[in-house]
């Protein structure tokens, strides 16, 4: 009876440590910008035609960018009515039950599982004001997270197996669905690869040929399940607009088109401009296709004059979108294969260009990624120290949503949508950002309870996280010294160690982006998918020292039993 009683008392905490994390989003606002065209205008309004049956709504320029996760799956809450926030918060909620399941095997303790899941229940990041907005950073962090869960969970079952077929299954499409969130998610897609790497070399190891079937059918199912679902939106793509794409901003021929123009040197060997002005003067002469954009690039007609004047240049990031609609003007996005003819033909001649030496110009590339060029090494490494630290002191996070200007009727057409509050001047005392909001009662008290818990994950990640790292190396050598063979050993060292790795990669990619394009520094919009990859290492950590304490005062025969 009493091994029955101690589960249940745990489940009863984890119930009501749920019930309290959903009850704070009470206290939270959406944070609306109507000048945000190419990001929350953008996706809410593929979330308003999702909702009325026309899929991704008119075929035009931006359509096919950015992806479809976040339109669908905001869709499909409004759909159900249930409000906006506590349904990004009630998904986040399951990915670190998913996560709690997925390290099972190797954390087998109840008590720890519990203060697991509630350490990652209350991620500071889910109370932060700034990703309340109608884009896809309310979700990317749960959904990447729900990834980087089933790829781990796939790995730690290497040795008994159990439960694999499921974790394949939901490793690929996990991951299909992530990378359709948000098109920076090749830091995901090597973490799956890693995972499913060392989950075979383990089934090979121990089951030898048997154990190569196993692994090959583990790694075929991920790579259906990605496939399947890759080509199931790729498909009503092609149905609606004629192209057999999941997104044709990362990849096809308008990644291509704006890979090729990027490759053209510029004096200043400079990533944060596309193409400057003396490389597009050069190439309107020897490029025909890039010539019928003179006219919206430098020309009278400029779309962006705005933006030049201010900026000075075509900045990267920006440029691919401009560059879109620029399209569109001289009259390409009459259909989607009209768009991809021409960015084909133009990719087709800057590339020959390039390859026979007639203009300057580095190695083939296609995408939208800021190019890299040798200097940037350095400052790429020392901006991810930053990143690291940005996060771990949690830089940036406030419980506050930025207030909406705009008029009330024109707002109540997005909270009807999204059966949620936007944070409206209505709500501050005299339009303050930093001011309170003129709440009372259960709302404000959720409110400053999600203040408290930002500012105590604030002060907590940092000291958590080295006694983390030292642990996780104390581990490491204590297995090493004692010469402990056995996946049984070694699983958790592993799963801390992937984990640690997704932090500093996704560290290290916000990095690139900041030294090529713009800076991310501080900013939780572009940081919130490192918190709950951080605090799953810090939790893996102490589930490292508790299984490494009693080993470490035992005979080593038992250590390595």
Known sequence: MNKHKIPAMFLAVAVFATAVRLFMCAGMFVQFSSAAIYDDILQVQKAFSSVSGQWLGEFGPMTLVKGVGYPLLTAFFSAIHIPYI???????????????????????????????????????????????????????????????SAALGLMLRAQDGKGVKFFAVFTGASLAFAC??????????VYTVACVLVFGAVRIMLLKKQGFKKAAMAASAVAVAFALCMGAVSLVNFVHYGVFTADDYNTGPFAAAYGAISRLNNEFDDPSVTIYKAQRLQLYELSPAFAELKEQLDGESLRFQGFLEAQGEYKTGYF???????????????????????YTRLADEVNALCDSGAVAAGPKRSGVVARFYPWMAGPIAKITVEEIFSVLHGTGLSQYA??????????????????????????????????????????LLCQRAAGWCIRLY??????????????????????LAKRIAGFAFWAPWL???????AFIVRCAMLAYVTVGSFSTLGTPSYEAACYPVLLAFIGM???????????????PAKAGA
Not at 496 to 501: F, N, Q, T, V
Request: proline share 3%.
């Open 86 to 148: 506590f349904a990004y918060h009630l998904l986040y909620t399951l990915a670190c039950l998913l996560f709690v399941y997925a390290v099972s095997p190797v954390v087998k303790n109840n008590f720890l599982r519990l203060l697991l899941y509630v350490f990652l229940l209350f991620n500071p990041i889910a109370f932060s004001g700034q990703i309340t907005r109608f884009y896809r950073d309310i979700g990317y962090y749960s959904v990447a997270f729900i990834a980087i």
């Open 180 to 189: 359709m969130f948000r098109e920076d998610s090749q830091w995901l897609m």
């Open 320 to 342: 691919s979108f401009f560059m879109r609609y620029m399209v569109a003007d001289i009259g390409y996005y009459t259909t989607a294969q009209a768009a991809n003819e021409y």
């Open 402 to 443: 930025g207030p909406a200007s705009e008029d009330d009727v024109y707002l109540k057409i997005y909270e009807n949508f999204a059966h949620a509050t936007i944070a409206a001047d209505r709500y501050y005392e005299g339009g303050s950002i930093a001011a309170n909001y003129n709440l009372s009662g259960v709302k």
């Open 458 to 479: 604030q002060l907590a990640m940092p000291p958590l996280f080295f006694a983390a790292v030292i642990v996780f190396l104390a581990y490491g050598f204590f297995g």
């Open 495 to 501: 799963a801390a160690a992937s984990l640690l790795s």
């Open 541 to 555: 950590g102490l589930c490292l020292a508790a299984a490494l304490l009693p080993m470490a005062i035992k005979r």
